[in-house]
């Protein structure tokens, strides 16, 4: 891997109960970030960032998706997923984005967990133990509010100055009593009352 990882991060969740009820079933969150260094920092203003996209972009993607499969116990498990990046103080919010807004990253998890929806994502400016905000939605359906999930971790030591951190998440369901319905069912809802407005009116 050409690529200058400083370390890589796990974080792992899994709820057994919520607001005094048991979980049908435990909800693991988890994510996996990869601390490293940013390749045009200390550069000056770069006008093209395609080389450096080129030469890490999908390797870095295939690594971390197979780091966090492994984690949550398989990609066939993953039913929610999600990207974020955070670049250190030396960095510009573009050269986080610029790892992970690209298809040569982004498609080796959709590849690997057969999604539908896009990566919802997030992607900042931070220093050491900045909070790191990693937004889900169901990997086939972005419309399904239970799938609606943010893992949230820090990492003690990063982003240095001149580091990126790169993060995939994953859940392997929803939130654990998710109780507020879905788009879907909230379209219907708007219709049904327009239409009892509409003829109520008439």
Known sequence: MSINVRKFVHYFEEVHHE??????????????????ANPWAGRGFVEDLQPEIRAIASDLGAEMVARIAALIGGADRIEA??????????????HASALIHTLRFGNHYREAVQAKSYLSFTNKRGGLGTSIQVPMMHKDDEGMRS???TAEFAISDAPLADEIVI?????DGGRVHPRIGN????????????????????
């Not at 607001?19 to 490293?36: H, M, N, Q």
């Not at 879907?184 to 239409?195: G, S």
Request: aromatic letters at 4%.
């Open 147 to 149: 799938h609606y999930i």
């Open 81 to 94: 997923y999600g990207k974020a990046a955070v670049v250190g103080a030396n960095g510009e919010i573009e």
């Open 19 to 36: 607001g005094g009820k048991s979980a049908e079933r435990p909800i693991i969150t988890c994510a996996v970030a990869a601390v490293l």
């Open 183 to 202: 788009r879907y069912l909230d379209l219907e809802a708007i219709a049904a009352e327009r239409a009892q407005a509409a003829g109520g009116g008439a």
């Open 167 to 171: 993060v995939l998440g994953a859940a």
